[in-house]
Structure formats: C-alpha cells, structure tokens
C-alpha cells in the first residue's frame, strides 16, 4: 500500500522554540506533535534544507550554487547587501530583515559597479537580492550567506587562488559604501547602513531527484527549484494529502510582530488538521522542520504512546 507522507516546513520557528520561556505559549496542537514526535538536532538553514530537498544527496560545500541554479547561460554569484557590525575585534554580518527600497538599492549598485567592472555586472533582482554576472570563472569558494548571518565573518571568508584579489575587493566595497551620503542619511534616520555587499552563490547544481507528489509554498527559491526538476508547485496545499511525498512550506514566523496570534491561528488551520491526520493514519509520517534549530519526526504508532 502507498504511503503518506508530509515534511512540513516552518521558517522562523526557531527563535520561539530556542527559548525556554516561550514553552507556555505553544499552541494545542503544535505542542502535542512537538511532545510526541522524535527529536533531531539539526541546525541546517531554510536555503540548504531547499536544496537538499530536491538533490539525491546532501550539499556539503560552505556554499549553495544558487547563482547556477538561476543562469540561464551566464556566470552568476550572488553579492547581496548586508550590514557588518564591528564587535570588539570580529566583525558581525547582518542580512535578514535588513529594510532597503528599491531606488536605495539602485543607488547603491550605481556606487560599487566601477570597482566591478573587470569582473562583470551587478544586477539587482530585489532591493535585498543582488546577483553579479561574471566575465569568467574565479577560483574561490564562498560560504552561504545564511550560514554567516548573526556570526562573525573571519571563518567564513572566501578561499582558493583568488582569495587576495576577493577580499580587496570587499575592503574596497566597505570603503566605498562607507563614504556613501546613502548611508549616512540611514544613520540619520536610525537605520542600519548598508556598508558592505556577501559574495556567495558559486557551484554546480543538476538535479535528478523528483520526489514530490505535491509542493506548495511561496518563496522564490522554492519555485526555483521546482522548475528545475520540473515538478509542480502549488500556492495553496490540499487535504486530506494522497499516497506520496508532500513537502509544504509555510510563510516565516516574523517574531518581531504578534507572533504569538498568528501561531494560535496556525494551531486551528494547520496543525490541529494535521494532529487529527496522524491519529487516524492518513499520514504514515509527519517531518517537522526548523531551520536552523531541529526537525520532528511523528508517525500514527508514536502518536498514541502515552510516554
């Protein structure tokens, strides 16, 4: 008989489960799979999740190949504005919920294109997303910026041949953005400044994994690597599941609003229904991942243990 199962994805889940004081407020039912289900430590990121989803075997590398993911011929790596904070004698990046307008983002890219011009072309995709079409390959390895984000960046700084050539450039990006009259008007208005750009993104990706009966989610990596692998995304996912993988991406929890809300309403939309799917077999296997923090395993035999 075909099986049933669903890996359920939920973005920023692990700035509530990481602390113990926000035990009290996990919804019914969300706490009841969280309560049955087995634990792994696992602290990988929403991105590498991603890619590991639609890949055979896991990315090891420090880097993910989104750049190659996205060409449709050229030499792409990403270069995405970020925000070094200065931490006694490390320096500390910062890229997630950075606010940058578009036409802020333009000007910026206007800025630093000269001292790029050798390489290639900096293009902007969205205000926070940057991409630079290169004129030919360097030897260097990247680090994923979601592997750096919140940490210092002395261990994660590029490696290979053209190592010296990468980082003067980045110093000269930082020195450029730092005069920028930009920044200083975001400093004014007690915004952080966009001081520095992250190059990431380098490598190969090819695909033969297609797995998923179904996958719904609205990121744009996630629809980038369903198309791909030319498997079906849907915005909208539907229940009761059918025999086969689902993988479901939820919208990221924004613990800087109401977060405690928007959970209670998740309890009665997605894991109460999904509780109720477990206990009466529908779903032979429930994967629960945080990225950055842990994933749950839960089956219709551990739902029922009463330790």
Known sequence: MARTELTLIMPGMAAVLSQDINKATIPTYLAKLLNKAKRYDKATGL???LFNHFNDSPLTGRDLPIGNLRSTGELI??????????????????????TVTEQESAELIEEIQPLLSELG?????????????????PDIQFSAIEEVEGRSVDNYLPMGQDRKQW???WNEIQMQLYQSDLNQHRIASQQHPINSVWFWG????NPTLKR?????GELPLL????AKTQSLIKTEPTLPWSPGDHLWLLEALDTESNWQTKLQALDKTVFEPLWKQVSKAKIDQLVLQ????AEYHITPSRRWRFW
């Open 47 to 49: 991105n590498r999740i």
């Open 212 to 216: 998923w009966a179904s996958i719904s």
């Open 167 to 169: 980082l003067s450039l």
């Open 223 to 226: 629809a980038e690597l369903s």
């Open 77 to 98: 790596i990403k270069a995405d504005p970020c925000y070094l904070h200065a931490d006694r004698d490390r320096l500390l990046l910062f890229a997630e919920g950075l």
């Open 121 to 137: 072309e900096l293009q902007q995709v969205t205000p926070t997303d940057w991409q630079l079409a290169l004129k030919q390959t």
């Open 202 to 205: 380098m490598g190969t990706f």
């Open 290 to 293: 945080i990225p950055g923090f």
